[in-house]
Structure formats: C-alpha cells, structure tokens
C-alpha cells in the first residue's frame, strides 16, 4: 500500500504524458446537432423500398485534435413500392441509436472534411398498410461515413456528409417468391446543421 501510494505522483505524471501525446484535451469541444437527409436500403431490401426522409439528433465531443465522437438518435420513413403492398402510403418507420468515432483535419480554423466509423441499432416498424407482408424487426449496423463540416462563425457550423450502413439480422421481409430473407445495406445523406462549445 505503502508503495502504491508512493508511486501515485508518478503514475500522475505518466498519465499527463501520455494524453498530451494523444493531444488529449482537458475541456473537450462539445456541440449538438441536427440532420436532414435522405436514403434508402440497397440488394434485396431496396428492391421495393424506395428513397425516403430521415431526421437525427446528435451529440458530440471532439476530445482529440483529429478525432471526435458522437451518439445519436436518427428516424427515417421509408415508401414501400405500392405493388408489393396495397395502401398507397404504406412505409417503414426506422428508429436508429448509434455511436461513431470520426477523423479528420482541421483546415484554415473552419473545414474540417472526416471519415468516421461505427455501430448502432435501429428498429424498423411497418405502417399499418405495410404490416401484412413486412415484419418489425431489430438490425445491428456498422456505419462508414464521409463528409465535411464548415465552421460559420465561433459556435455555428454546418456540413454535409454521407453514409453506409453495413446491416445484420436483416429478417423483416422474404425476397419475393422465395421464403429467404431479403438482405442489403442502408445509405443515406444529409445536410448538418449543429453548434459548438
């Protein structure tokens, strides 16, 4: 015990070396921000599903010189091909919890183009005209995005970025004629609007 604690200063100063190598920041930057976009299913899933709005809500921190993180929250309704189904207005509500680590420079104090990577979850429901030949279902995502954001001033930024969703346990529809699950990806872009500080 007695050498632990006389050890800890020098533990201490380990640890300050090591995060100033990191470029660790003592007061990280931390912002909110919101999306707009559009996107889809691609492979079997987009075959009858077509492009479709989505609105996100998002947390940040830039806790590194060139990396960040961020959680969020993301809903999309997609149309489900009228042929496939009878009501017109049939679609698929997807709710998304997700979490990405993002890379990238900083240009000229205002550009700041990454690319970032992830996991998240989303939960896809069919609207009533649609419950009949889609099942609600629970699918894993691994998100690859790229994009660019621009500071407008010393809080305000926008951007514009897109991104690919690797999908699991995709089982909310059988391909057509067939009773195999139809599989695929998910893409998506949006335009950024968010503050930091």
């Known amino acids: 015990m007695a050498a632990?604690?006389?050890a800890s200063p020098a533990f201490a100063i380990e640890a300050q070396r090591v995060a100033g190598a990191?470029?660790?920041r003592e007061q990280p930057e931390v912002g909110l921000d919101v999306r707009l976009g559009l996107g889809s299913f691609t492979g079997d899933l987009g075959e009858d599903v077509g492009v479709g709005p989505l609105f996100s809500i998002n947390a940040d921190a830039q806790a590194w010189k060139y990396v960040g993180i961020e959680v969020g929250y993301e809903l999309q309704r997609m149309p489900v091909d009228s042929r496939r189904v009878?009501?017109?207005d049939a679609g698929l509500w997807r709710n998304n919890l997700g979490l990405m680590a993002k890379?990238?420079?900083l240009i000229d104090q205002k550009w700041r183009p990454f690319v970032g990577a992830g996991?998240?979850?989303s939960y896809v429901d069919p609207s009533d005209g649609a419950d009949g030949v889609y099942d609600s279902d629970w699918m894993t995502e691994l998100p690859l995005a790229a994009g660019v954001?621009?500071?407008?001033g010393s809080v305000l930024f926008?951007?514009?970025r897109a991104t690919y969703r690797l999908l699991g346990g995709e089982n909310m529809v059988d391909r057509p004629g067939t009773t195999s699950a139809a599989k695929g990806?998910?893409?998506n872009a949006n335009l950024t609007l968010g503050g930091r500080f």
């Open 103 to 105: 890379a990238g420079p």
């Open 4 to 6: 632990l604690a006389l």
């Open 22 to 24: 990191l470029d660790v």
């Open 86 to 88: 009878d009501d017109e």
């Open 119 to 121: 996991v998240g979850l």
């Open 185 to 187: 990806s998910l893409f």
């Open 158 to 160: 926008a951007g514009a």
């Open 149 to 152: 954001d621009y500071r407008l």
